[in-house]
């Protein structure tokens, strides 16, 4: 088993991804190999992981994968087949410690995530303006739910040594049993900025390698290094031993004698298939206007047979040669909304393949990047690709946040209608009405969407179905972000249908 962390907030703005990147870049700068890992759909934070680790954060949420999803792509980025295997697991949570997608169980909380791959929580809380009182909330969260592996607690943003000392006393007198894992001090200069879909991205990262230096030594100064490797070390030589114990009363039960030879995979877990069919060549938007993509996804199209081609519609002056297929991810289209209309050639490639027939999935981000207009948040108005009959308009409040569950009523690039399909939805935009047309009779809403609680979404705040999936000829976007991992066979689809698709680029 893994030596894996968790770190948890109190609630969402308590400083964790501060305090998990200041860990990463100490573990790394004490010679580990850290695997990151981000609870929830946020892009954002994994793409600050990977600067300050070296390796590709993967994002692991327990209401759109489940639980045995989860466990793979765990165990699969620590053992790393193709690269070095990782010392130590960090997962980052989500918002406050047992927030998810219910009010009354831990479905898509961190502690649900920590409870699964029992890796010890780090309870990180904001000291501002508390002292003793900090002893009772963290009392409450420690004891809320007494199954839940516990490493101990830090305490962000300490005023001074006297603040720091009643909240130890407090600690001490009042909640002997949990251990204080550091005192770390105010330091607003080591907060990442924000804007409005959340911290700015690793492409825009003050995490230079002098920032990150002071993350580690602001970490080590203040908390203890040991104590946390120790945490993560002890768990999962328990898990190990569990494991093992297991295994030998089933071969006793069995009469059988278990082995596992070094480095082949646990029970249950899936190791990739090489195809020996031609790759299917798929072209994946990455750049700084388009950097959200769940690496899953990523991995699943490769595992199902497709070669990624990573292009740049900022940069770019065309598509790469001898695509079958388009993926456009999510991302800032708003913020480069000047240069990617100035690059024509790129949109008029995009706009050829896809009249053509050519396969195209979009999200979010991409699916802007194909619409007649951008209209940004001072009201200039941006040709975009043009390949669907919509525009949309920024605005200066989300129009949609939350889980998303879609089944599709119609056959598409992600497969046969009835396809079930789980992921997030969160933006600024609102599609305005396209323009009566003949282009516009032949767009159909294939997405059946409901959110977390199973409650249709069929009406949106601007003028289109909300969670709405437009397809068009073999062109489908959607402002929803849905994980593969949640349906893996749409993966396969989606390179099932630009392998059979006629159409390539030139």
Known sequence: MHPLITIAGTHSGCGKTTVSLALMAALRRAGFAVQPFKAGPDFIDTGHHGTVTGRQGQNIDGWIMGRQACCELVSRAMSNPAGHPADIGVIEGVMGLFDGASGSC????????????????????????????????????????????????????????????????AMRTACPDIPVLGFLPRD????????????????????????????????????????????????????????????????????????????????????????????????????????????????????????????????????????????????????HADRLYENTLMRTAVYDFSLAGGIVYAECGGFMYLMQQLYDQQG????????????????????????????????????????????????????????????????????DATDRNGTPLNSGTGDAPAAAGHLQRNTLGSYVHLHFASCPDAARAFVGACRRSSVTTP
């Open 106 to 169: 831990d479905s898509g909380s961190t502690a649900q995530l920590a409870s699964w791959l029992q890796a010890p929580v780090v309870l990180v809380a904001d000291a501002r303006s508390m002292a003793r009182s900090a002893a009772a909330l963290v009392s409450g969260y420690v004891r809320f739910d007494p199954h839940l592996p516990f490493a101990g607690v830090i305490f962000n943003r300490v005023g001074s040594s006297n603040h720091r000392s009643l909240i130890a006393e």
């Open 188 to 335: 607003e200069s080591l907060e990442i900025p924000a804007r409005h879909l959340g911290l700015n991205t690793a492409a825009e990262s003050p995490l230079t390698a002098g920032v990150q230096d002071r993350l580690a030594r602001w970490f080590t100064a203040g908390a203890s290094l040991n104590s946390i490797l120790t945490a993560a070390r002890r768990a999962a030589a328990s898990q190990a031993a569990t494991r093992q114990t297991a295994e030998c009363q089933a071969a006793e039960r069995a009469g059988q004698c278990v082995t596992r030879q070094s480095g082949s995979a646990p029970d249950g877990i899936v190791q990739s298939r090489s195809t020996a069919q031609t790759p299917v060549r798929i072209g994946v938007s990455a750049d700084e206007a388009f950097c959200f993509v769940y690496a899953e996804n990523l991995r699943l199209l490769q595992s199902a047979g497709a070669e990624l081609v990573f292009f740049s519609p900022l940069h770019d002056a065309h598509l790469p040669a001898g695509l079958h297929g388009v993926y456009l991810t999510g991302g800032y289209p708003e913020l």
């Open 380 to 447: 200039a108005s941006w040709p975009m690709c043009g390949c669907l009959p919509f525009s949309c308009a920024m605005g200066t409040r989300f129009r949609a946040l939350g889980y998303r569950q879609v089944r599709t009523t119609a056959d598409s690039p992600l497969g046969a209608a009835g396809t079930v399909l789980r992921g997030h939805e969160f933006h600024y935009s609102h599609l305005c009405a396209p323009p009566a047309g003949d282009d516009t009779m032949n767009i159909t809403n294939i997405y």
